[in-house]
């Protein structure tokens, strides 16, 4: 049996979720005997380690985006990132020569910038011969980390970061483009019937507007200020708030509904039906993390951004707006009058639904998952 190591790390949804996907779509449709293990990075790090790496993450997130984007302005400069990328490896590099030596994968595909010093290293050090691939999880904004290792072999999620990286002087044949990978069922459309069905089992009305806020697995942020400036409009919709894994957000989202005996708000933390949410819903507000706004617009519902980080999801919030797909506004006490435009002017609201049709998404998860297949 040929075996596959697809690295990862816990720093928010966007790099699990597509090795999630590909794994899960080999393991459905390949006819060889392949197995697909997803290591953690991190998972046999000491405490301290995991608590900066996956903490911080969150906490500068949620908490003060403005920290997180300075380090990534930081990181432009090649001797920080350089500097970084050392200090992780030297770090987390035990538990994945480990987890190499005791597998003696086929290959290996990496999903997160901070470990692919760490594989190469040790690759070199034990004169292995095992094809490595590296997923830029970023469609159009991607970390600098991702590039400081020569002659990879990237798969890439856009022409638009394709030619950024031969800017930057990598070989063009050593970058693959596929359209962004997302899970098998986000490939098909759910039928008007199978709607119905999934507002039933739900509880929501069968002809009601639907407005979700969702942020990807660490909730979204601002999300309680968000949700108490819609309920106080009174707006003729129903709300669904995903708080995945923030539960002071979903404590915060309950005691509202609570106290307000509101009947049109629905509460959810982590949940594994976001693509059923998506399908009913006709407004989602978002952040602009990689996998949900490609979410929403596959499934050809219209975002409506309030937030995202400068300047990692700076090229996927430019590429929703600029295609007149979904509108960014970062202002919550504005984000009102957006959303009764929106769930009251057809033809405004056709005219963004008709551009994402128009934009002929695909998902990449089955070329993504051949290729690495078939990478010699």
Not at 159 to 184: A, H, M, Y
Not at 339 to 353: E, G, S
Request: aromatic content about 10%.
């Amino acid at each position: 049996m040929e075996k596959y190591l697809f690295f990862y790390l816990k720093t928010g949804g966007g790099h699990l979720a597509p090795a999630k996907a590909v794994a899960e779509k080999i393991k459905a449709e390949s006819k060889r005997n392949v197995e697909i293990l997803l290591v953690d990075g991190l998972s046999e790090s000491k405490k301290f380690v995991k608590t900066a790496i996956e903490d911080g993450y969150k906490n500068a997130i949620n908490k003060a985006a403005w920290t997180y984007e300075l380090l990534y302005a930081l990181h432009k400069i090649t001797a920080v990132s350089k500097f970084t990328a050392a200090l992780i490896s030297y770090l987390v590099k035990p538990n994945i020569e480990k987890q190499i030596l005791e597998t003696q994968p086929k290959k290996i595909v990496v999903f997160h910038f901070f470990l692919i010093k760490p594989i190469f290293e040790i690759i070199k050090k034990h004169n292995l011969e095992i094809p490595v691939i590296t997923v830029v999880t970023d469609p159009y904004t991607a970390h600098p980390i991702w590039f400081l290792q020569e002659n990879q072999n990237y798969i890439v999620f856009s022409d638009t970061l394709k030619n950024k990286c031969v800017e930057r002087g990598i070989n063009k044949d050593n970058l693959q483009v596929f359209p962004f990978v997302l899970d098998s069922k986000f490939s098909t459309n759910v039928s008007d019937f199978d709607k119905l069905r999934i507002r039933m089992h739900l509880g929501f009305e069968f002809n009601s507007k639907i407005i979700l806020i969702i942020g990807g697995g660490e909730g979204m942020p601002r999300g309680n200020k968000i949700l108490k400036t819609i309920i106080a409009k009174n707006m003729d919709a129903e709300i669904a708030i995903v708080c995945g894994k923030n539960l002071k957000l979903y404590t915060q989202a309950m005691k509202l509904k609570t106290q307000l005996g509101l009947v049109n708000l629905k509460v959810y933390g982590f949940v594994d039906f976001v693509h059923s949410l998506i399908s009913i819903s006709d407004v989602v507000i978002t952040k602009c993390g990689a996998s949900t706004f490609m979410e929403i617009l596959m499934m050809g519902k219209v975002p409506v951004i309030n937030n995202y980080i400068w300047e990692q999801e700076k090229g996927n919030m430019e590429f929703v707006c600029n295609r007149e797909m979904g509108i960014l506004e970062k202002s919550t006490k504005r984000l009102p009058e957006v959303l009764h435009k929106l769930i009251t002017d057809n033809d405004f609201y056709n005219t963004l639904c008709n551009n994402i049709k128009n934009g002929t998404f695909s998902n990449g998860v089955g070329p993504v998952s051949d290729y690495i297949l078939n990478f010699q």
